[in-house]
Antibody
């Protein structure tokens, strides 16, 4: 069964750093495109980052230079490294597998989300 | 950036109703359009991808159509478990973007 489980969300002060993890089972992270999507409290969905099977990454402008997506193939785990956190980064962060390969069609398997709160 | 505008943002409907939600893109997206359903407190669930392909396991009352810049999600007969917020998403070009959401509530 395909499953992704996020962890690492917590309360962090503005300017702080955090690493989110996404443990996958039932498929191989390194052979798939993977991404992060976030949702601020009471708001809609916002795409954050994507990593291709070949290692190419893309980030939303709102997090570029502050967030980095990566993976550990030996642990079959995806990460989101978050630096210089701001209040507006407060959100539930979802990890998701991407359907497709060269053509990216959708996020087909989502985790339950992990809450990041940036506040002093 | 490609903007996606959903209409309506809110709709009130009854069980058994036929419901249609529209998603308009600010430029062509080559049918790289997905639809998701989100129940409060839960992760989004993929319903439709490539504008009209039903995701495995999704009931056939859900369908997607459209091309170019205008797309629709139709629920042929609304069921109690369908009351949720629905989002469209384009994956044609970066940054990937979502519509603002359409909340479907019980009349």
């Amino acid at each position: 069964e395909v499953q992704v489980v996020e962890s690492g969300g917590t309360l962090v002060q503005p300017g702080g750093s955090l690493r989110l993890s996404c443990a996958a089972s039932g498929f191989t992270v390194s052979r798939n495109y993977m991404g992060w999507v976030r949702q601020a409290p009471g708001k809609g969905l916002e795409w954050v980052s994507v990593i291709y099977s070949g290692g190419t990454t893309y980030h939303a402008d709102s997090v570029k230079g502050r967030f980095t997506i990566s993976r550990d193939n030996s642990k079959n785990t995806l990460y989101l490294h978050m630096n210089s956190l701001r209040a507006e980064d407060t959100a539930v962060y979802y990890c998701a597998k991407i359907l497709g390969g060269y053509a990216t069609y959708a996020f087909d398997y989502w985790g339950q989300g992990t809450l990041v709160t940036v506040s002093s | 950036d490609i903007q996606l505008t959903q209409s309506p943002s809110f709709l009130s409907a009854s069980v058994g109703d036929r419901v249609t939600i529209t998603c308009r893109a600010s430029q062509g997206i080559n049918n790289y359009l997905a639809w998701y359903q989100q129940i409060p407190g839960k992760a989004p669930k993929l319903l439709i991808y490539a504008a009209s392909t039903l995701q495995s396991g999704v009931p056939s009352r859900f369908s997607g159509s459209g091309s170019g810049t205008e797309f629709t999600l139709t629920i042929s007969s609304l069921q109690p478990e369908d009351f949720a917020t629905f989002y469209c998403q384009q994956l044609n070009s970066y940054p990937w973007t979502f519509g603002q959401g359409t909340k479907v509530e019980i009349k």
